[in-house]
């Protein structure tokens, strides 16, 4: 079992910033990425950005250039530098794990609300 608990989330100003936290702990040796998504009220959840064990990252389109993922090795904590924010980013942001061999995110955290008003 892998274990992820979100924090960091808020409510910001547009063009604000944001930092959230994914802390992860558990059988993280089998675990092949970490991915932020997240999920605006009656919309479907969406995946913003992944990072892979090798340290490769992908976005998605709409927060490319805005939003950074990262992570901190020594702590299994994985980042998401929210920059230039707009109120379309407003939604609960999940962190995810996907492990090796797997085909979907087999391990959720609770989610943190971001609220950004315009």
């Known amino acids: 079992q892998v274990q992820l608990v979100e924090s960091g989330g808020g409510l910001v100003q547009t063009g604000g910033s944001l930092r959230l936290s994914c802390k992860t702990s558990?059988?993280?040796?089998?675990?092949?990425?970490v991915a932020w998504h997240r999920q605006a009220p009656g919309e479907q959840r969406e995946q913003v950005a992944l990072?892979?064990?090798?340290?490769?990252?992908v976005y998605s389109d709409s927060v490319k250039d805005r939003f950074t993922i990262s992570r901190d090795t020594a702590s299994d904590t994985v980042y998401l530098q929210m920059n230039s924010l707009k109120p379309e980013d407003t939604g609960v942001y999940y962190c995810?794990?996907?492990?090796?061999?797997?085909?979907?995110?087999?391990?959720w955290g609770q989610g943190t609300q971001v609220t950004v008003s315009s």
């Open positions: 995810a794990a996907l492990d090796y061999g797997s085909s979907g995110f087999g391990y």
């Open positions: 990072i892979r064990r090798g340290g490769s990252t």
């Open positions: 558990g059988r993280l040796f089998n675990v092949y990425a």
